[in-house]
Nanobody, 128 residues
């Protein structure tokens, strides 16, 4: 079991940056595949990016939605049990509630069906 709490959302102008944080509590944080999703009003929750830290060499791999590739970066600090989402060159269409997510069954996160645990969400609003 893991609990996830997001922070760092807010209002930013187009072209600006924000960094979201997701603090996790619970055992074995380093073994979970972590990810970020977002949900805009009237739309379904969509995948933003995922981060896997597994393997013999414990190398890190990431995957991103095409809409954010090159602008958003996911990272994790296992010592702090925290995952980050650095968002640069923000656009008004990035406006949404952003959710931190974790999976203890999927090595790669791409859909909501991969997720076992969700955070409560944090609002990101990008003004034009």
């Amino acid at each position: 079991q893991v609990q996830l709490v997001e922070s760092g959302g807010g209002l930013v102008q187009a072209g600006g940056s924000l960094r979201l944080s997701c603090a996790a509590s619970g055992r074995m944080f380093s073994t979970y595949t972590m990810g970020w999703f977002r949900q805009a009003p009237g739309k379904e929750r969509e995948f933003v990016g995922g981060l896997t830290w597994r393997g013999i060499s414990w190398t890190e791999s990431t995957n991103y939605a095409d809409s954010v590739k090159g602008r958003f970066t996911i990272s994790r600090d296992n010592a702090k049990n925290t995952v980050y989402l650095q968002m640069n060159s923000l656009k008004p269409e990035d406006t949404a509630v952003y959710y931190c997510a974790a999976s203890d069954n999927s090595d790669v996160i791409t859909t909501t069906s991969d997720i076992d645990y969700w955070g409560q969400g944090t609002q990101v609003t990008v003004s034009s």
